[in-house]
């Protein structure tokens, strides 16, 4: 089942939004670096797109619109004080590895 359509690559590539960034199997990561600056979390991509749909921006001046920082939240401070971290993804999508065999 398919939740909406990926965009089209074309070239030059220009990654600048969140379905051109799963199309190219990409993961945005976020740090807040007001608590934990070396501890990252993982965006949920997918969930960004349905809410605000599939051409909204990838770039920071948009993202930290709807992304903040829980923990600097409940204690009062600035929850928007964040880094992202575009990177493609290094590692195989399903849990089946496949081996050579070796004799």
């Not at 195989?92 to 590895?97: L, N, Q, S, W």
């Amino acid at each position: 089942m398919t939740w909406f359509k990926l965009p089209e690559i074309t070239y030059p590539l220009h990654v600048d939004t969140i379905g051109k960034v799963l199309a190219l199997d990409g993961e945005i990561d976020v740090y807040c670096n007001t608590c934990a600056p070396w501890r990252g979390h993982r965006l949920n991509l997918v969930a960004i797109a349905k809410r605000h749909g599939i051409d909204y921006s990838s770039m920071h001046w948009d993202l930290i619109k709807v992304v903040y920082c829980p923990e600097c939240r409940t204690a009062g401070r600035s929850d928007k004080n964040l880094s992202f971290q575009h990177r493609t993804n290094h590692l195989p999508r399903c849990d089946v590895v496949t081996r050579k065999q070796t004799n």
